[in-house]
């Protein structure tokens, strides 16, 4: 665990520049730029419950991760940062941290797979219960909320897969008049397109794998908050619980995060022609991105992020049939899971991410396909897509 200690030159400084400069210092001995991988599980003591700068078993704090954890709560604009050893990790450890057996949590009703199978059978074993409501309907969320029962108001937004748009700074409103926390899953937009703490959301969530790693080369999640009493119980059942990132796989998210600016500016410019061109092609029923004018959340999404992402997802004429065959028809769209990697992937989220809410109120269209839109020449991608959905047709 550790607190956001911004040096003082960096007050006021831009996104890029704490993204480069924040949470460590050159070495002192050295002079090393950047902060080494410290490949321990202890540390000496400076006599009995000495502890050297705090850190006695790399379970409980590591070097390399509080640097991670000081970057990522700078780039959020919060106090405290949380390095854990994948999303879903961190994701249990909030909610074992903040809930009891009882409580209840209203979850988006196109929840991404993996965080609805947590709740839905895990954290359901355990007594917490869930019930859906779509982000983009502040009435339906308000509706859900069990008023004395509901602890915390899930928001992912843009969501996972079809992209709606959630108002942060109106559900953070509707949670706290419930007594609420609202917890915002910022993995898609990432910590460069929004800033949900500011928006008035208490806990924001990150796969780190995805954006803020940006290279498909780590697993990881994070968990960012300002408020100190939060903090410290986050910061007790990360150390009780132990899912907590290794000092390597800090080390590969820190090298993201530095680039990260760069990268969300290059995957938001290559979706915009992604989706511009999807949605002229006659194969194409419905192209579903937020920086689409006829998206329903365009308004509230041109409201709360700086631009609008490198996902599309889009529906096709042919089915279900039509989309797994231009799933296994691209080629510089690699047919995986995941996002948010300067490659490009391409996915069937009802067979593949989201194949856990089959049957559920969170079912997704068999003809939806999923892009992770990547940084590669945009028109390498355009001609790529053009030629899987003409074999197809």
């Not at 937004?157 to 899953?185: F, R, Y």
């Not at 092609?281 to 991105?289: E, F, G, R």
Request: aromatic share 6%; proline share 5%.
């Amino acid at each position: 665990m550790s607190d956001n200690h911004i040096d003082e030159h960096l007050d006021g400084a831009g996104f890029e520049t704490r993204a480069i400069h924040a949470g460590y210092a050159p070495d002192p001995t050295t002079g090393a730029v950047i902060p080494p991988i410290y490949a321990t599980s202890t540390y000496a003591q400076d006599g009995v419950g000495g502890l050297r700068n705090g850190y006695e078993y790399s379970r409980s704090a590591n070097p390399t991760r509080t640097a991670l954890e000081s970057t990522l709560a700078a780039l959020e604009g919060g106090a405290h940062g949380y390095a854990f050893a994948s999303g879903l990790a961190a994701e249990d450890t909030l909610i074992r941290a903040l809930c009891k057996p009882g409580d209840h949590v209203v979850l988006p009703n196109d929840a991404y797979g993996g965080t609805f199978r947590l709740f839905d059978k895990v954290a359901t074993v355990w007594g917490v219960e869930h019930s859906p409501a779509p982000v983009t309907d502040v009435d339906a969320v308000r509706a859900a909320i069990k008023p004395g029962v509901t602890r915390m108001v899930w928001v992912e937004t843009p969501t996972n897969p079809l992209l709606s748009i959630g108002d942060i700074e109106a559900l953070a409103a509707v949670a706290h008049d419930a007594g609420a926390l609202l917890v915002v899953d910022n993995t898609f937009a990432s910590s460069y397109l929004q800033q949900p703490l500011a928006l008035g959301a208490d806990v924001v969530v990150h796969s780190t794998t995805k954006y803020a790693g940006g290279h498909s080369d780590v697993v990881g999640g994070a968990l960012v908050v300002d408020d100190d009493a939060l903090a410290e119980r986050i910061g007790f059942h990360q150390n009780s619980i132990g899912g907590v990132a290794g000092p390597f796989d800090s080390w590969l998210v820190l090298r993201g995060l530095k680039t990260l600016a760069l990268r969300m500016e290059r995957h938001s410019d290559n979706a915009e022609k992604v989706a511009d061109f999807l949605g002229s092609h006659p194969a194409v029923s419905q192209v579903i991105y937020p920086g689409l004018a006829d998206h329903p959340g365009h308004a509230v999404a041109s409201r709360q992020m700086k631009r609008y992402g490198g996902m599309v997802s889009f529906r096709v004429k042919g089915g279900e049939e039509q989309a797994l065959a231009i799933c296994a028809a691209t080629k510089v769209f690699t047919l995986g899971e995941s996002l948010g990697g300067v490659e490009s992937l391409i996915e069937h989220p009802g067979r593949m991410t989201h194949a856990s809410v089959a049957g559920t109120d969170l079912e997704v269209p068999a003809d939806l396909v999923r892009l992770s839109v990547g940084i590669e020449t945009s028109e390498d991608q355009l001609a790529d897509l053009d030629r899987a959905l003409a074999s197809t047709t």
